[in-house]
């Protein structure tokens, strides 16, 4: 008989049985011509061999605390989604979206699939966490007020002044965590140093924690006419297929909105946790060479390359040999016939290349 710790039994015990929802949607135009909307970054091994959903599952797979997980997916990447699940998560349901509706939309079809006292914790699959223990621990913290039929949002804290992400202020404290004063918008550079200085706001990181029949009862409450459709969709969904396959005709009729702006910016019963899990949603090239391990002089090569009398570079080749002097701070990536040349601190434009949008 193996002992255990009678303190760490009864918290198994205390444990509330989450239910992932992920996320897959996207365009994939931020890391082109690596990630393209045919193939989009939750997809590519960006970070060693494993991809990002790939972790994003694995993160999930504890099943002391996680039931089999939720994927909400385009059908034009149903043959990526799959075949990533089948060792981690081969108990995984689909729901397959005919198109995009972005995320309110989609976890409503998430939510309609469980029963309505079930707590859902929605997660993008292009995040990279590093500590999965303090997601963890975040995770089961955030269940616990959710169960009590708040909607919450993780608090990832802030590191920088970063001017790409939506902050979350802070209100009084609740639980666990707290309630929500305000979600903010993207600030310039002189109010995200400000942020940072006072020490209450926090990185709008889009993961969320929900009753499932709560946040039906918000949508409904903020957003009737897409609860109403939404419900259409899924009530016609197709009765034969193994996977969730809500009505496309129906569901071509939903509005296209997020959650934030549909419901959490709108419902007085917001909360948040805070956690600091070495997060970052590689949501553009300095970024992603931000979480790579640079080299001698700052620099970064993946694939065949090298870098000579430069600093903070990265080279990202798949085939081509790619020779980079006397530039620093620089981006080069190959990608089949696709070569990217870009001052890092130019990257937030990549979507403008006309190649991005018609790879």
């Known amino acids: 008989m193996i002992w255990q710790d009678p303190a760490e039994s009864r918290m198994e015990q205390a444990l509330i049985n989450i239910v992932p929802v992920i996320l897959c949607g996207g365009s994939g135009t931020r890391l082109w011509p690596r990630s393209r909307s045919t193939k989009p970054k939750p997809f590519i091994p960006l970070l060693g061999d494993q991809t990002l959903f790939q972790a994003t599952i694995a993160r999930c797979t504890d099943r002391t605390q996680f039931s089999p997980p939720i994927v909400v997916v385009g059908e034009k990447h149903l043959e990526f989604a799959k075949p990533q699940t089948s060792e981690t998560a081969p108990d995984a349901r689909f729901v397959v979206e005919p198109m995009g509706r972005n995320t309110a939309p989609a976890i409503a079809l998430a939510a309609l699939a469980l029963d309505p006292n079930e707590v859902m914790l929605v997660c993008p699959s292009d995040h990279h966490i590093i500590d999965t223990q303090a997601f963890r621990a975040a995770a089961q913290s955030a269940a616990e007020i959710a169960s009590e039929d708040w909607l919450v949002a993780f608090g990832i804290a802030a590191t920088a002044p970063e001017t790409g992400y939506g902050y979350i202020r802070r209100g009084e404290p609740l639980g666990g965590g707290y309630r929500v004063h305000s979600f903010v918008e993207k600030p310039d550079l002189e ?115 090298e870098i000579i009398g430069a600093q903070g570079s990265m080279i990202d080749s798949d085939g081509p040999h790619v020779t980079l002097i006397g530039a620093d701070d620089v981006v080069i990536v190959v990608d089949g016939d696709d070569v990217l040349v870009t001052a890092r601190s130019a990257v937030q434009r990549v979507g403008e290349a006309s190649r991005c949008k018609n790879p």
């Open 191 to 305: 109010t995200a140093l400000q942020f940072l200085a006072e020490g209450n706001y926090a990185w709008n990181g889009g993961i969320f924690a929900f009753r499932a029949g709560f946040f039906l009862a918000e949508l409904e409450r903020h957003r009737p006419d897409m609860a109403e459709k939404v419900r259409a969709a899924y009530a016609r969904r197709d009765a034969n297929s193994e996977d969730i396959r809500p009505d496309a005709e129906s569901f071509a009729k939903v509005e296209k909105e997020s959650v934030d702006y549909a419901i959490m910016e709108n419902t007085d019963r917001a909360a948040m946790v805070d956690v600091s899990m070495g997060w970052s949603d590689i949501g553009n090239w300095d970024a992603l060479y931000a979480e790579r391990k640079a080299g001698a002089d700052s620099n970064v090569i993946i694939g065949p390359g």
